[in-house]
């Protein structure tokens, strides 16, 4: 999608589970799977993403973790870095002689952190620390088996402390010292711990038909305690665009208030306390087959999925004291959300993928039905919402010659609406086109993509970041247009035993709402028709480069990203 912030509009997977804290009840939640542990990571974009939603408008990512070894293996991992970075990882693995080469172990044990870049005004550390801790245990049928069968218990335990912020700086002082941090911050941290139990099965019944089978459990706790802002006074916002007019806010913020003017202003530090959940159940097969001179691949699968969120977000007022934060000794403030949302969702979904001599087609449909309800304790009210898509999706490529294709595809994107979004917004839909060329040939590869998306409703959701909106709250951008192109290249070059390889990846991307309208969502505001969207860049580019020899490599590389707007607006 065009929210190129966090993952919202993209669906996560690990092994094909959706990872997502509740993909469902709160997409804006952000979490990524520590990628250091993965050894695949597989991109879904077009009309194949139908297989994977809920989110298919900005396609889907499935991490893939490392399966267990079939010979004993050990490795030790240990990194150290600016800022006093460090990395320490050990993985063990085998499927032993005395379990009949049929039952194998994966452990995967890692710590990292650092002291952080960030230069917070009273000298205390801006880093972090995460820890992760993974096991695997994988059974196999014996190879004289009727089916061929993988089962496979995956335990996995991650937390994390980071002393981070959502308070910037004003425009003078982010030229001066960008990494500066103001000692209204010095309180802020953010702890969590995830947990996950995975169950996979996959049995092949035949050379032609195969079924796998997800069950899966996961949590996710976390408390950021943070800068919000005064209470009773101005925005944080209004005070870093205006420091010359809000001068004793500023001198809280910066710590350098006089101390007879430290009761003036109460800082907010309110702490975001949040527990995510999701389990489900997920049945998908694949069968090929021929009709005359049609090579099939059929795919079906259908998942049950259960999410949930449970908000409790607490206040605490502070005195800025000689540039230290005191209690303002008020305890018994109200909770500023109190609140329980979950969603029940289930999706089926078809697809054929046809050979047909030079070509290849692929057909597909999906159909999500959701139900979501929230409970405000604050209010005692209670509220639910139902909604359902049927998403469908068609792509073909051609191989011109041996060397080049031309590949074009249409689908339906969708991101539903949250459980606690006004009745007036409607889920985020889309009609998706591409359209290119690929080139193969050798050490030689290269896509020119062509992209347009044609929105009827653009969904914003309200993150804590955001100001002027409730955590939570969802907002209707209408209908927008975003089209653009992106190239990669791909090529290796050798000499003697050393290889060369070189990648470049470049993206433009432009966008327009096609509405004007006045919105309660800050990023967006007061939008005339044709203004481009706010934070999506017309430029991106990546360039790699490096030598490869044996079994080391030295790989160096670049990226851009162009301005973008802060607000939507048009021109220069």
């Known amino acids: 999608g065009v929210t190129s912030d966090r993952s919202q509009k993209i669906t996560l997977m690990e092994d094909g589970v ?18 250091n542990r993965m050894q695949n990571v597989e991109v879904v974009k077009g009309p194949a993403a139908i297989q994977h939603g809920p989110h298919t408008i900005g396609g889907a990512i499935n991490m893939i973790t490392r399966p267990a070894p079939y010979e004993a293996e050990g490795s030790l991992d240990l990194t150290y870095g600016s800022d006093n970075y460090y990395k320490g990882r050990v993985q063990l693995g085998d499927t032993p002689d005395s379990l009949g080469d049929q039952w194998g172990y994966h452990l ?71 990494n500066r941090r103001y000692a209204a911050s010095q309180l802020d941290q953010f702890n969590s711990d995830h947990t996950q139990v995975h169950f996979l099965h996959d049995i092949e019944l035949s050379p032609t038909l195969s079924l796998s089978t997800k069950v899966y459990q996961q949590t996710f706790n976390r408390s950021w305690n943070k800068f919000d802002g005064f209470i009773d006074g101005v925005s944080a916002q209004d005070v870093l665009a205006n420091p010359d007019i809000f001068v004793t806010e500023m001198s809280a913020l910066r710590g350098d208030i006089s101390e007879a003017n430290s009761q003036d202003v109460t ?81 089926v979904f078809i697809n054929d993928e046809m050979i047909i001599d030079d070509w290849a087609i692929n057909l597909g449909v999906r159909y999500e039905t959701i139900d979501g309800e929230v409970t405000n304790k604050l209010t005692d009210t209670r509220t639910t919402r139902s909604q359902s898509i049927l998403a469908p999706g068609a792509g073909a490529y051609y191989q011109l010659t041996p060397e080049l294709g031309v590949l074009a595809g249409v689908y339906k994107g969708f991101s539903p609406a949250g459980p606690a979004s006004d009745d007036s917004v409607s889920p985020e839909e889309s009609i998706n086109y591409e359209y290119g060329v690929r080139y193969r040939k050798d050490e030689l590869s290269a896509d020119a993509i062509g992209f347009f998306s044609d929105y009827s409703n653009l969904i914003g959701r ?10 939570g709250d969802e907002f209707n951008g209408g209908k927008v247009q975003v089209a653009g192109m992106e190239f990669t290249l ?83």
């Open 18 to 35: 959706l990872i997502s804290p509740a993909p469902y009840t709160a997409p804006a939640a952000y979490y990524i799977p520590n990628v």
């Open 108 to 178: 995967d044990l890692m710590s990292y952190g650092a002291d952080g870049f960030k230069e917070l005004d009273n000298g205390e550390d801006t880093g972090f620390v995460r820890n992760d801790v993974n096991a695997k245990l994988q059974w196999e049928s014996h190879p004289s088996a009727e089916y061929a069968q993988r089962a496979t218990l995956k335990l996995g335990y991650a937390d994390e402390t980071s002393d981070e912020t959502y308070l910037g700086l004003t425009d003078d002082d982010f030229k001066a010292t960008p």
């Open 267 to 347: 800082i907010d530090v309110t702490n975001n306390d949040r527990t995510y959940g999701s389990h489900g159940l997920s049945l998908s097969g694949e069968y090929l087959t021929d009709t005359g001179d049609i090579e099939h691949t059929l795919r079906a699968g259908v998942r049950y999925h259960h999410d949930y969120v449970e908000r409790h977000h607490t206040q605490k007022g502070y005195y800025m004291v000689n540039g230290t934060l005191e209690f303002d000794g008020v305890d018994d403030r109200d909770p500023k959300t109190l609140n329980e949302a979950s969603s029940d969702a289930i999706a």
């Open 462 to 471: 309200c993150r804590a970041s955001d100001s002027g909106c409730t955590v």
């Open 490 to 572: 791909n090529h290796a070059m050798s000499w003697d035993r050393y290889r060369f390889p070189i990648e470049v990846v470049y993206t433009y991307t432009e966008s327009a709402f096609q509405s004007s309208f006045q919105s309660g969502f800050s990023q967006w505001g007061v939008v005339d028709a044709g203004d481009e969207l706010p934070y999506l860049p017309k430029h991106q580019a990546r360039l790699s480069s490096g030598v490869e020899f044996d079994r080391w490599n030295i790989i160096g590389a670049v990226r851009h990203t162009g301005t973008a707007r802060e607000v939507p607006g048009q021109g220069s």
